[in-house]
Structure formats: structure tokens, C-alpha cells
């Protein structure tokens, strides 16, 4: 599918996280917006970066169905699972990451519109040995 994707990452650059988990992340989100894809419009994201109480941030925002990645119809649907149930737990995957190294995500959907995600890292998160930061 064809996706236009704008990015900013001129306020911060190189994302000091986990490198493979910060590729998912962005794979997840992605994905989001052209299975949720609304017909008849090309899937767009925006993404940038910038710093809010001096942490590092991560805004994704596209133009899908507006639906919020939560898996909480996937768990009665295990026998006949499909590619949203999938992404949803994908989701949930990332956020539980996310929190686990005290950082914070939210997520908006307006129906229509599209889906908002903001990541805010915690500035401190030590990279496992043999891991690598982002340079965007």
C-alpha cells in the first residue's frame, strides 16, 4: 500500500533507547495505519520527536479509522484471531515495554480522523549491553 509518511526529528535526533524495540514500536504503528486505513484514502503518519520536561518524546499521528490499539475484546476471540487482534496485542506488548522502563504512552482515536500516540521515554533507561540507540 502506499503511505506517505512526514517526519521531524530535528529537535532530537538520536533517540538514545533500545534500538530494536524502538524499530518495533515504529513497525506496530505503522502497520496500524494502513490496516486501519479508511477506503479510499492513502494512509498517512507524522512523526517527530521533541522534549517535554526535558524527556525525550515520540509523537506518531496518522489518518486511519481512529481506533484505539487496545486488546480488550482479543482475549474472548483467541480461536478465530485476526490481523487487528494481532496488532492490538502487539500494542499491548509496547506498552507494557514501555512502562516497565518508566516511561509513558497515551493514545487518542477519533473515529474518522485518525489515531494519535505519544511516547514519552524516561531519559534514564540504561541500554542493555550489546544494544544500540536510534539514529534517526
Same mark, same amino acid.
Given at each position: 500500500?502506499?503511505?506517505?509518511?512526514?517526519? !521531524?526529528?530535528?529537535?532530537?535526533?538520536?533517540?538514545?533507547? /533500545?534500538?530494536?524495540?524502538?524499530?518495533?514500536?515504529?513497525?506496530?504503528?505503522?502497520?496500524?495505519?494502513?490496516?486501519?486505513?479508511?477506503?479510499?484514502?492513502?494512509?498517512?503518519?507524522?512523526?517527530?520527536?521533541?522534549?517535554? !520536561?526535558?524527556?525525550?518524546?515520540?509523537?506518531?499521528?496518522?489518518?486511519?479509522?481512529?481506533?484505539?490499539?487496545?486488546?480488550?475484546?482479543?482475549?474472548?476471540?483467541?480461536?478465530?484471531?485476526?490481523?487487528?487482534?494481532?496488532?492490538?496485542?502487539?500494542?499491548?506488548?509496547?506498552?507494557?515495554?514501555?512502562?516497565?522502563?518508566?516511561?509513558?504512552?497515551?493514545?487518542?482515536?477519533?473515529?474518522?480522523?485518525?489515531?494519535?500516540?505519544?511516547?514519552?521515554?524516561?531519559?534514564?533507561?540504561?541500554?542493555?549491553?550489546?544494544?544500540? /540507540?536510534?539514529?534517526?
Amino acid at each position: 500500500s502506499d503511505t506517505d509518511i512526514f517526519s !521531524d526529528f530535528s529537535e532530537i535526533p538520536v533517540i538514545k533507547y /533500545h534500538g530494536d524495540f524502538l524499530e518495533k514500536i515504529f513497525v506496530t504503528l505503522i502497520k496500524h495505519a494502513v490496516v486501519n486505513k479508511i477506503e479510499g484514502r492513502r494512509p498517512a503518519l507524522d512523526i517527530f520527536t521533541y522534549y517535554d !520536561d526535558q524527556q525525550q518524546c515520540l509523537l506518531i499521528k496518522d489518518n486511519s479509522q481512529g481506533q484505539l490499539l487496545m486488546p480488550t475484546h482479543v482475549w474472548a476471540r483467541q480461536n478465530n484471531p485476526d490481523q487487528h487482534d494481532d496488532l492490538a496485542l502487539e500494542f499491548a506488548g509496547i506498552k507494557l515495554q514501555i512502562e516497565a522502563l518508566n516511561g509513558s504512552i497515551s493514545v487518542e482515536g477519533n473515529s474518522g480522523i485518525g489515531t494519535t500516540v505519544r511516547i514519552k521515554f524516561w531519559s534514564n533507561t540504561p541500554l542493555v549491553s550489546g544494544s544500540n /540507540h536510534v539514529v534517526i
